[in-house]
């Protein structure tokens, strides 16, 4: 008996690990057709005799985005809401261009681990592991250097010199997502509740009202 209570423990974990991941696909492609009405997770797939060569490519990620912004940043993302034809494929890519002093605030995918490859100027980098520990790791980059951020931890990125930079991120799914911390907490909709902000960062009303009033 306790041999096969040991054989389903192992084949539930062994489930529970296989559907954790994007399962391997059954057919060559799945165009995604975003004006279908079924509910799946992710988009429905067109019909494959429709696909032409425009639903897998895309065009401009060499023009530089523009960083005239609060942030002095521009994110190009190429995820399957750009490129159809990623859609279950579970990659995608994103430019990201940086004025000086330019930030990428702290944020999270909660799809997707995220390696980022520096193309022009330097960068400060980061991450911020889970409680209890909340270790920062950190690390400045050089042109041409390279850096991983794990799946869901929070992390950014931000141009500490004095001429423009450029970064490019793959990201482990076609729909990473992305949860901006300041932008989560201050500018949800609706706003979350006065008292929970004040206990949570222990800092009074006034100052909460502050920084609601930036989002």
């Known amino acids: 008996m306790a041999s096969h209570i040991m054989i389903l423990s192992l084949l539930a974990i062994t489930c529970s690990l296989a559907?954790?991941?994007?399962?391997?696909?059954?057919?060559?492609?799945?165009?995604?057709?975003?004006?279908?009405?079924?509910?799946?997770?992710?988009?429905?797939?067109?019909?494959?005799?429709?696909?032409?060569?425009?639903?897998?490519?895309?065009?401009?990620?060499?023009?530089?985005?523009?960083?005239?912004?609060?942030?002095?940043?521009?994110?190009?993302?190429?995820?399957?809401?750009?490129?159809p034809g990623l859609n279950t494929l579970g990659i995608s890519i994103a430019r990201i261009d940086y004025a000086p002093q330019g930030v990428i605030p702290p944020h999270t995918h909660p799809r997707a681990s995220e390696i980022l490859t520096v193309l022009e100027g330097s960068l400060q980098v980061g991450f911020v592991t889970s409680n209890p520990d909340n270790r920062l790791i950190t690390k400045d980059l050089r042109k041409g250097d390279v850096f991983v951020f794990p799946v869901g931890l929070p992390h950014f990125q931000w141009n500490m010199a004095g001429g423009k930079a450029v970064s490019l991120s793959a990201l482990s799914s076609q729909n990473p997502g992305v949860n901006t911390i300041a932008n989560a907490v201050f500018g949800s909709n609706p706003a979350i509740a006065d008292d929970v902000l004040t206990k949570a960062f222990q800092v009074d009303k006034t100052t909460i009202d502050h920084l609601q009033a930036q989002f």
Do not use: W, Y
């Open 19 to 83: 559907i954790g991941f994007e399962p391997s696909p059954l057919q060559d492609f799945c165009v995604a057709d975003p004006a279908s009405s079924a509910r799946v997770n992710g988009l429905a797939c067109m019909d494959s005799k429709l696909a032409q060569a425009g639903h897998f490519s895309f065009a401009g990620l060499h023009v530089p985005g523009n960083t005239s912004n609060p942030l002095g940043s521009r994110v190009t993302p190429v995820t399957v809401g750009q490129l």
